[in-house]
Structures are given as structure tokens and as C-alpha cells.
């Protein structure tokens, strides 16, 4: 196996890419058998509260803004991985509360 192949892979579960290779998606549902859900794009707006779980899914998020405009994401027993190159929040509170 190649890094190329392990890099698409990768690009394909952090919602960067589509795959269209038959073999890669098949390899992913053996080598990979957890389900997530993925929110991906260039700019995102948290202008709502966002709740995942209890107990769904892991959840990903990759933007290059993530922008908290009055929203908030709130994760009950579930993984959450956020990956943004900028991040802002309209308000001075951001961080986890606990």
C-alpha cells in the first residue's frame, strides 16, 4: 500500500474528496468499519446549536473559517474533531464548558 492511497483515504474520511475507485471504497468498508458524519467546506457558520449524541456517530468537522455566529456545538458521549485553519467567534466566550 502506498502513502498516495493512504492519503486519499484520509482526504476521503475529513469530507476533502469524493472517491470514486471501486477497490478504495472497498477497502475502506473492511479496513474502516465505524460510521461518522462529516460537515466540510471552505467557510462554516455555527449560527444554531448543533447537539450530537448521546452515543452517535463520531462527528467531524473541516473548514478552512469555522465561524461561531451565535451557535454552539454541543457533543454528549461522542467523538468530535474539529480541524479549521482560522477560527472566530462573534462573542468572547469560546471554549468547552463544563
Same mark, same amino acid.
Given at each position: 500500500?502506498?502513502?498516495?492511497?493512504?492519503?486519499?483515504? =484520509?482526504?476521503?474520511?475529513?469530507?476533502?474528496?469524493?472517491?470514486?475507485?471501486?477497490?478504495?471504497?472497498?477497502?475502506?468498508?473492511? =479496513?474502516?468499519?465505524?460510521?461518522?458524519?462529516?460537515?466540510?467546506?471552505?467557510?462554516?457558520?455555527?449560527?444554531?446549536?448543533?447537539?450530537?449524541?448521546? =452515543?452517535?456517530?463520531?462527528?467531524?468537522?473541516?473548514?478552512?473559517?469555522?465561524?461561531?455566529?451565535?451557535?454552539?456545538?454541543?457533543?454528549? &458521549? &461522542? =467523538?468530535?474533531?474539529? &480541524?479549521?485553519?482560522? !477560527?472566530?467567534?462573534?462573542? !468572547?466566550?469560546?471554549?468547552?464548558?463544563?
Amino acid at each position: 500500500m502506498n502513502n498516495v492511497f493512504l492519503q486519499e483515504i =484520509a482526504d476521503y474520511m475529513l469530507g476533502k474528496n469524493n472517491l470514486m475507485a471501486k477497490k478504495t471504497l472497498d477497502y475502506i468498508d473492511i =479496513a474502516f468499519p465505524f460510521k461518522g458524519s462529516v460537515m466540510y467546506g471552505k467557510d462554516i457558520v455555527i449560527n444554531k446549536d448543533i447537539v450530537v449524541g448521546p =452515543a452517535a456517530s463520531s462527528y467531524f468537522i473541516n473548514a478552512d473559517i469555522l465561524t461561531f455566529d451565535g451557535g454552539s456545538i454541543t457533543s454528549i &458521549t &461522542t =467523538a468530535l474533531t474539529i &480541524t479549521a485553519n482560522n !477560527r472566530s467567534s462573534k462573542y !468572547r466566550y469560546f471554549g468547552v464548558q463544563r
